[in-house]
Structure formats: C-alpha cells, structure tokens
C-alpha cells in the first residue's frame, strides 16, 4: 500500500505514465495469500467521504469484533487514502475480498467473526440483520420479500406475509442482533461476495456443523470426534420446536405464530460444535449446492424438532424461496 510522503510521480513510476490500470495489490493484513483490491479515483471531497463510508460499511461487516481491531484496519485504509488525495490520478485501494491474516498477526476482523476448520474458515453465528442492513444500504439492494410486500410462512399452505422482510422479520422492525431471514439465494450469495465470502459449499457446513476440528477445544468436545447434532451428543441449548430443552429466550415479535416461538439473536444460543453458534435451529441455512432451481439448506429451523437437525436430513428448496425461517452464514477458503 501507498505510504505518506509518496507524490505524483511515485505514483506514475507505480502505474505507468498513462495511470492505473487494473491491477492486484498486497495489504500487510493479506500477505500470506494476497488481497484483491479495487482501484478507483477519488476526485472530490464528496468522493473521499464515500471512500470512508464504503471502507467502514465493509470493514463492519467483516464485524464481531473488537472497535480496536477494526479501527487498526481502517486506519491503514485512511492512511492510503490521505496520501492519495491532490489530483495526478489519485487512487483508492480497496479491499474485495476477506482480509487474509499473515502468519503470526494479531487476529483481526474475519478471523475475530470467524472459525477456521480446515482448509475454510466459517462465520460463528448467522448473518444479522444489522449486518445486511450496511450492505443494503451500500448496495442499493432492494430485496424479493420487499419488492412482492412480503415474505411467506408456512401455515396451511405457504402464505405471504405483508410486510415480513429482513428488515421486520414477523413484521415489525427487528433488532441489529437478529437473524436476517426472507433472503433468498441469490441474495445471501451476493452479501457474502460483498462481505468479501461466499457461501459455504455443503460439505463444508456438515464438517464445520458435525466434527470438531479445535486443537484445544473446551470440554466436552473433543479434537477429531463427529457429533450426532451440531450442539454434540444432546441437541440441548439449540432453538428448535421440540427435544432441544430449555434454549434462548426468542426475541418479542408480537406476531401469532401457528407453530413454534420464533429464532432467537445470533449468538444467544450456548456454542456447540467448533464453538459454532445456531448450526441446529433457529434458522435454516442457504449452502452452495444444489441442481437446477433447487438449493440446499441445512440445520433445521425453530419451526422443526432435532430430526431435521442431523447430517443425514436434507432439504432443498427454490432458490427464490424467501421465509421466515431461512438464514444464512458465510466462509471463505484459507
């Protein structure tokens, strides 16, 4: 990245004497695998003050860490920024993809969020509505449920729901802790490429959700062992409609449900396999697999009991299938 001090013709000598073109740079947070970053001009103030915005928007939504770790990351951000700002084709640099941690680094934001399992690291709890909120607004998405005035339930028949989106999941406004659900496929593979991820493929959740791969996990799990549930041998503290005992409180909704309570936020519920949060319950999961129109969704929901919790339980669904109790989570490749 671009130090302070380096003027115009730093930058021709970098770029060439026409400007920049397209081109992959390495941050100090990437240096093991590398980061992608996009260049693009910033010209006026307004630009500069979009740059902040889009930078903090991502660097949130790589989120569930500390301010300290996130505020470290943007301020090296800032700083490429600052350097560049005068004309002669100045530049922002811009992180699309996952930031990479260097070998012996302090953990930082994807690896604070996130699991590592082996060969893949996992988000350790579902995407919040806060979070898809920065990218829906960075975005200008509009979603499905929003453009049809809602998303749908499964009562006597699937029905639709006025006004049940991501942003008011049982139709009122829902807090930045729960879970973003009325999602389709494509729109939660769309917020983890944002989020610089992708969606876990489906042998990926089955090993994160079913075996544990922590070197030193806390009892009672154990290195290596697979699970019957992604919570270990008992679906207990899981939010599901029956079997999984005293879970969660589900957050206050006001809306009458013809089965089941409701999810609970993310992370509310005890930690089970990999010291994963919800893999069993609260909310299916979209996975990248699947043919044709149908996708795979995995874990079971607050609307099932434990069956639908196990490996051996699979389910597909449309993938412009958007409800109440679908959500996802994302990975990315180590």
């Known amino acids: 990245m671009y130090r302070a001090g380096r003027g115009p013709r730093n930058l021709a000598a970098q770029h060439g004497a026409h400007g920049p073109g397209p081109a992959l740079h390495r941050s100090r947070f990437g240096a093991n695998k590398g980061t992608a970053m996009e260049i693009r001009p910033i010209r006026t103030q307004a630009d500069h003050r979009a740059a902040l915005k889009e930078i903090e928007s991502r660097m949130d939504a790589r989120a569930g860490t500390s ?95 006025p006004g049940w989106t991501w942003r008011a999941p049982f139709g009122t406004p829902g807090g930045d802790r729960e879970l973003a659900v009325h999602l389709t496929y494509a729109e939660a593979e769309a917020y983890c490429r944002w989020a610089g991820k992708r969606l876990p493929t489906d042998r990926e959740w ?43 409180r589900p957050v206050a909704h006001g809306a009458k449900l013809l089965r089941g309570r409701g999810h609970v936020e993310a992370g509310a519920s005890p930690p089970g396999v990999n010291g994963l949060h919800d893999m069993g ?32 339980h699979l389910a597909t669904k449309p993938a412009g299938t958007a409800v109440v109790y679908i959500g996802f989570r994302c990975a990315v490749s180590r």
């Open 206 to 248: 089955v090993e994160a959700a079913y075996t544990e791969r922590r070197a030193r996990p806390p009892a009672p799990f154990v290195t290596g062992r697979t699970y019957p549930t992604p919570q270990g041998d008992s679906p207990a503290g899981a939010n599901c409609l029956e079997g999984c005992g005293q879970g969660a």
């Open 67 to 161: 301010a300290g770790a996130r505020l470290d990351v943007l301020s090296t951000l800032v700083e490429c920024i600052r350097c560049t700002i005068g004309g002669y084709g100045v530049l922002l640099l811009l992180p699309t993809l996952a930031l990479a941690q260097a070998p012996g680094a302090a953990p930082g934001p994807t690896a604070a969020a996130m699991q590592a399992i082996s060969g893949f690291a996992i988000d350790r709890t579902e995407v919040t509505i806060g979070q898809f909120r920065r990218f829906a607004e960075a975005t200008g998405t509009l979603t499905r449920a929003e453009r049809e005035g809602g998303g749908q339930v499964y009562e006597a028949g699937w029905t639709q729901k």
């Open 281 to 312: 319950g609260n909310a299916w999961e979209w996975v990248d697999s699947g043919e044709g129109g149908e996708k795979r969704t995995r874990g079971g929901s607050w609307w099932y009991g434990v069956e639908q919790m196990r490996a051996d």
